[in-house]
């Protein structure tokens, strides 16, 4: 059994924690909390050790009771997952080497403040072959082109790739972010920072991204072309994305309209927290011209980043090889289901 630490239960926290809890190989060591709001509470309530990252004072006023501090926490774990937000994580990675403890960050960590940057399709075998003891799992939407670039490189070669990305302006917890009315080139600057950050998993990938920040807090949505390096029909590529595990091509006949209805699919299909952990890829916008092709694909920036987590902890300290991983991962959250 892996004993896995989780410093930071936020929205990617308490996702990868109970995702972490489902696996057949791994246990929960506890996660580490800095504020004693309702999610140390519900943290507590699921059956997590909480272990306070700051003064453990107002965990006692508020019921949470305290299992230890943040060290006990990385003393406890063959390896952590570091879930705090942007930039803290690279700050932690001198506590996680001074108990050598491998440790996970998120995508909202610089590249060069890791050993090196992981998504389960792109580069597992590479990660789990290598000696990088901290690891960046890339954002959700580098998450999402990964997906969905490494089936068509393998596939039909490609020369070049263009995408427009339309992003959720924040979670639906976050009440500071926006806009709230406007429809703002994010960054305004052509390309924006994504396609790179794609190139940390697929370095030979030639890509240009642009971004958009819009009103909604449900899903990104990715509008994507790509040069392919053959012809070949829309029904090919179809087939392609389809055999992919983490990919879910929505049929026309579910009418789904956009992330509004893929979030009451996923509810209604019992899904935790209406998490969609697949890019939800539209068959019916699947179109190609020569060599390029077309679609649309929604990413659910809340959660597609969670089964990675699971694989790259094994890429990293287990013994399983990426296919293995993956099947397992899968099996235990229910993906492509
Ligand atoms: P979040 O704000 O929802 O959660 C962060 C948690 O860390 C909170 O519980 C906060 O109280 C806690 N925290 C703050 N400072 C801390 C500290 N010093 N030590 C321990 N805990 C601390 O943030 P999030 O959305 O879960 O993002 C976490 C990381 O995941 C970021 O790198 C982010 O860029 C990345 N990410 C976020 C999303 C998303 O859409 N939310 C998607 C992919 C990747």
């Known amino acids: 059994m892996l ?7 936020g929205t990617i926290g308490k996702r990868v924690a109970d995702a972490l809890a489902a696996q057949p190989d791994m246990e929960v060591a506890g996660v580490a909390k800095r504020t004693p709001n309702f999610e140390a509470t519900a943290a507590h309530r699921a059956g997590y050790a909480v272990h306070a990252v700051s003064d453990a004072a107002p965990f006692a006023e508020a019921d949470v009771p305290v299992a230890g501090d943040l060290d006990d926490l990385v003393e406890a774990s063959d390896v952590v997952v570091d879930c705090t937000p942007a930039g803290v994580g690279a700050r932690n990675r001198e506590l996680y080497e001074a108990h050598d403890t491998p440790a996970l960050y998120q995508g909202g960590e610089d590249a060069d403040a890791t050993d090196a940057s992981f998504n389960a399709r792109a580069n597992y075998e590479e990660i789990a072959r290598g000696d990088a003891e901290h690891v960046r799992v890339v954002s959700c939407n ?11 490189e393998e596939a039909y070669g490609v020369e070049k790739t263009r995408v427009t990305l339309v992003r959720r302006g924040g979670d639906p917890g976050q009440s500071d972010r926006g806009p709230i009315n406007d429809i703002l080139p994010d960054p305004v600057t052509v390309p924006s920072h994504h396609g ?7 370095p030979d990938v030639d890509i240009d991204t642009l971004g958009v920040t819009v009103p909604a807090t449900l899903m990104h949505l990715h509008s994507v072309n790509v040069t392919l ?20 091509m929505v049929p026309e ?7 509004g209805h893929l979030k009451e699919l996923a509810k209604d299909a019992g899904r935790p927290r209406g998490d969609l952990w697949e890019n ?11 060599r390029d092709l077309y679609f649309f694909q929604a990413i659910h920036q809340e959660s597609d980043v969670v089964p990675e987590n699971v694989d ?7 013994d399983a090889d990426a296919a293995e991983s993956v099947v397992r991962t899968n099996r235990a959250l229910g993906v492509g289901r």
């Open 3 to 9: 004993r896995v630490g989780v410093n930071g239960y």
């Open 142 to 152: 580098t998450t999402g082109l990964s997906r969905v670039l490494t089936p068509l």
């Open 196 to 202: 790179p950050d794609v190139n940390t998993v697929l």
């Open 229 to 248: 390096g053959s012809e070949v029909d829309a029904d090919a590529v179809r087939e392609t994305l389809a055999d992919e595990s983490r990919v879910f």
């Open 253 to 259: 006949h579910a009418r789904v309209a956009g992330p």
């Open 280 to 290: 939800c890829v539209w068959e019916e916008s699947v179109a190609v011209e020569g």
């Open 312 to 318: 790259a902890i094994r890429a990293l300290v287990g």
